[in-house]
């Protein structure tokens, strides 16, 4: 960065939910979460609101890196009907300007499972 250069963020920031229904056992994967192109995004919480049904997650950065060893549980977000506990990233996982989230799903009750949305917050850091 050169000195007339300046770096400022815009710290309170989310992508556009992501809502979804499941079917009985079913499994999405790669479903893709676009981060603007204007800034790099840095995510820092993970946010769900749900119905009392159990499904699991995963995430891939966008370097394709996996951030967990297996499907995380709903629970995590200790909610059911509505907004649990946030679950924090730290540190902050970096997604360069225009880059790509990707998403697996699995439903784990054995019904028709939502609708449910996952919020990716986090803050935009611009160069200028």
Known sequence: MSAAQQQFDDRNYSLPPYTFTLTAGQVVNDILIQTDRDADFFWT??????TYLPFGFRFQDSSLNYLSDGYVGSFVFGSQFGVGQPYITEPAIYCPAGSS???NLIELSGGSNGPN???IR???RFTH
């Open 45 to 50: 919480v993970t946010e769900a609101v749900t």
């Open 101 to 103: 989230i990707r998403l």
């Open 117 to 119: 949305t996952l919020i």
């Open 122 to 124: 986090g803050f935009k």
